[in-house]
């Protein structure tokens, strides 16, 4: 890649209509839309949709009047046409419609956090080298974002070196009034770090070229939601990776009412000849909008904006893979990997709890 970068558009329709077919189960996170729309972009065929909350389903079907409502999980999974199912069901209950829809001979695709715990993740493993189907997770905030796929263009290109560190910030607003029960239930949703903090934990991987990683050390909080005990409105984490890289992440519910996006999501990455900043959803205090990414090395200091120039390659190639036997949308070593660290993360995380009658920080296990 010369000094006079620019962005590669690769969004495509990879396939013709009905040589992919997916069906949606479980609608109790809001990516189920992107997922879907972003499947249908690509080439993909709705077929059906299926939830037991007629509210969930009647949404679903407003924005994709294409799906057929079906009757049971077992109508959607008995059908011969459907390839994949995409799901966004509560995240301990993930693992296990993956492990069904495998089971029926079907490819699954699910919302991140892919799963809650390591015994989830030792069955989905086992379930992939019985069926040899794919359990492919929606790691949105890299898979979703034109400057995340563009920082990637600009890595390959070796504008900034060899990657040896990633940091990244992933705070989002909490809409507590919004959120259904399931949120603030730790077995339920899985801790922070497990939850928004595998975004995070995913870029890392994949910016860095890591196949294998340590958690060094990670913290969660509630500092500010003391109604609800269960929630970690705060969390960051320490890692290393086998090649020597590292990482910093901090994840929060804190955004606050004025910032214009659900949060001010920044990806900054340090390059031996260079670095990168995404910052993704917002540019704050300019009229930018998103898909902001700025790189500095020896030959240029540049802004880029790239919001419809990039496209989202993934979800082509996923459906190519799914067809052709491939992986070059994401390995599914790569998955499992990003699953297990922030399932690790999570579980190995420091309590903090702030003293109300000082400004210091006590240290709880």
Avoid at 210 to 234: G, H, K, W
Wanted: glycine share 10%; charged share 25%.
């Amino acid at each position: 890649m010369s000094d006079h970068y620019a962005p590669v558009n690769r969004t495509k329709r990879v396939c013709l209509e009905g040589d992919f077919v997916f069906s949606a189960i479980g609608l109790d996170h809001g990516h189920i839309f992107g997922m879907a729309d972003a499947l249908i972009n690509a080439g993909a065929t709705l077929k059906y949709v299926y939830d037991p909350d007629p509210q969930k389903l009647g949404l679903f079907q407003l924005r994709f009047p294409q799906a057929r409502a079906a009757s049971s999980y077992e109508e959607v999974l008995e059908d011969s046409e459907t390839q994949l199912i995409a799901g966004a069901c509560i995240p301990s209950e993930r693992c296990a419609l993956g492990l069904r829809a495998m089971d029926y001979g079907k490819h699954y695709f699910t919302d991140k956090a892919p799963l809650t715990t390591l015994a989830q993740l030792d069955a989905a493993k086992a379930k992939v080298r019985e069926t040899g189907k794919k359990y492919m997770v929606y790691y949105s905030e890299r898979l979703h974002s034109e400057s995340a796929e563009f920082a990637a263009q600009l890595i390959d290109g070796g504008a900034i070196g060899k990657v040896v560190q990633v940091m990244g910030l992933g705070p989002h607003r909490l809409h507590a009034q919004n959120r259904p029960e399931w949120f603030f239930q730790r077995e339920k949703y899985g801790g922070i770090l497990c939850d928004i903090g595998s975004h995070q934990i995913e870029q890392y991987l994949f910016y860095a070229g890591e196949t294998d990683a340590e958690v060094v050390r990670s913290q969660i909080a509630n500092y500010n939601n003391p109604d609800t005990p269960e929630l970690d409105d705060f969390g960051d984490a320490m890692l290393t990776g086998a090649n020597g890289t590292s990482n910093y992440f901090r994840v929060d519910w804190l955004t606050p009412a004025k910032v214009r996006a659900f949060g001010d999501g920044k990806t900054i990455i340090l390059g031996t000849k260079g670095f990168l900043e995404l910052r993704k959803y917002t540019n704050i205090g300019t009229d930018q909008g998103g898909d902001n990414v700025f790189l500095v090395n020896d030959k240029v200091e540049k802004h880029f904006q790239v919001a419809g120039q990039v496209g989202y390659p993934f979800f082509g190639d996923l459906i190519l893979d799914c067809l052709n036997g491939t992986e070059n949308a994401m390995t599914q070593a790569h998955t499992f990997k990003a699953a297990e660290l922030c399932v690790k993360a999570q579980l190995q995380a420091v309590k903090l709890k702030q003293d109300p009658e000082k400004t210091s920080v006590c240290y709880l296990q």
